[in-house]
């Protein structure tokens, strides 16, 4: 069931709204197999407007504005998506945070063009580059010269494997440290099965590099967000 509720004038107290578009919050109450399942939402996206229809599909629209609004975007700072795909993620993250510069890398070039494709489809400016995220120095850009990344590992179902995700998160994550700057901000989306991989290869990085030692944040997210699974 679904209950909407606005706030009254008292304090700690919730009443009944009658029209959903009224509400201050909506909480979901599900009853299933003797539990309880409470659901609230923790990010509200102010536009009704998400992308969609875009040529090249990839992840889905509200989960891409969930990362970029989690990655607190700013005016002028560098933005990257190091395995962008056909751009999903950055394109979500230039249409609601449109003074910040976004730049995309994936190391297959019919990606890249799927990504300048969409990116032309909805008049967003984008720069994207072919390079191989994997190998060291990799991204084509200086050290400590990004402010914030935000990326969809593979999963390992619809791109790479579960056999040689082992060897891509350590090599792509130590890459991506690199050109992360002092106190920037790094959302990673990975899946269940991935993440005590994740955890551990970012606890490898050499501390000279590491986000930990140059201040920056990660914060990781385990979903599946991609329209067909990553």
């Not at 009853?31 to 875009?54: F, I, K, T």
């Not at 891509?168 to 002092?182: C, D, N």
Request: contains cysteine; hydrophobic residues 45%.
């Amino acid at each position: 069931s679904t209950r909407t509720h606005r706030r009254s004038a008292a304090p700690r107290a919730w009443l009944p709204c009658a029209q959903r578009t009224a509400a201050t919050l909506e909480v979901q109450v599900v009853l299933h197999g003797g539990g309880v399942l409470v659901e609230m939402p923790l990010l509200v996206q102010e536009s009704v407007n998400a992308y969609g229809g875009l040529q090249h599909r990839g992840i889905k629209p509200p989960e891409a504005w969930a990362m970029a609004r989690t990655l607190n975007i700013r005016a002028n700072e560098m933005v990257l998506d190091p395995m962008c795909g056909s751009g999903g993620l950055l394109l979500e993250a230039a249409r609601g945070w449109p003074g910040a510069n976004f730049v995309g890398v994936d190391i297959d070039q019919d990606q890249v063009d799927r990504c300048v494709a969409n990116a032309a489809q909805v008049g967003l400016p984008l720069q994207v580059l072919m390079a191989d995220v994997s190998s060291q120095g990799g991204i084509p850009l200086p050290t400590a010269s990004v402010d914030k990344i935000l990326v969809d590992l593979p999963f390992g179902k619809k791109f790479g494997s579960l056999d040689t995700n082992p060897d891509l998160y350590p090599s792509a994550l130590r890459e991506m440290a690199r050109v992360l700057r002092k106190r920037g901000r790094m959302v990673v989306l990975v899946d269940r099965t991935n993440l005590p991989l994740l955890y551990a290869s970012l606890a490898a990085i050499p501390r000279s590099t590491s986000e930990t030692e140059r201040g920056a944040s990660v914060l990781a997210l385990a979903g599946s967000a991609s329209e067909e699974e990553a």
